[in-house]
């Protein structure tokens, strides 16, 4: 099992966004959140506390059209720092899993460090396509991003995510319960299992 830091830094510029995240998957849950989107740094920060990882977001874009741009890029560049920190996967429990109540919500999650990229988002109520949270004032966050955030998250460190919504009401309880349910299956699916010392797949291989 590899007792070398993982730790990543990734830094990403486009006309659009200009993205630079730190992740220490063994850190303590220390964040540093800055988008530009104030929903949006609640959510990472909920993400890094909840998994424990020690978080750094620095993000500027083109919020002034909208937050669309730098919500979907940060969680490229997030996803890309998740799968370099993760680096071989030797020892990693590999699969996470977490239900999370928030008030009248719960929301499932579930992680596979597969290598093999996949989302499924399911179960938010239909009218959440046209919610918007905060920009009173500040720049509004679209909950129809949600999917976006995930989607992207996925792709980029290579994981295998469900994300599902069993009920809730209010659009802030059911996209916190969501992220804090990714959290947690995450951190679940990449501490370490002192029973396994090799890759935790029957092919060797992740």
Request: aromatic residues 6%; contains cysteine.
């Amino acid at each position: 099992m590899t007792t070398e830091p993982r730790i990543a830094r990734i830094e990403r510029a486009t006309k659009e966004s200009d993205i630079s995240v730190e992740l220490n998957l063994d850190g303590t849950g220390v964040v540093d959140i800055s988008t530009g989107v104030p929903f949006f740094d609640h959510m990472l920060t909920a993400l890094g506390t909840h998994a424990r990882f020690d978080l750094t977001v620095h993000a500027k874009g083109d919020i002034e059209i909208e937050a669309h741009h730098t919500v979907e890029d940060t969680a490229i560049v997030l996803g890309q720092a998740l799968g370099r920190a993760l680096g071989d996967k030797a020892g990693i429990t590999r699969f996470g899993d977490a239900f999370i109540p928030m008030d009248e919500t719960l929301a499932h999650a579930s992680v596979d460090v597969s290598g093999r990229p996949y989302c499924v988002h399911t179960g938010e109520p239909d009218y959440m396509v046209h919610s918007i949270i905060g920009g009173y004032p500040g720049v509004p966050y679209a909950t129809v991003i949600n999917r976006h955030v995930f989607e992207s998250l996925a792709m980029n460190a290579r994981i295998a995510l469900h994300v599902r919504v069993l009920y809730g009401r209010d659009q802030h309880h059911i996209t916190e319960a969501e992220f804090k349910a990714v959290a947690r299956a995450l951190r679940e699916a990449v501490e370490y299992d002192p029973r396994m010392t090799g890759i935790p797949s029957t092919k060797g291989t992740l």
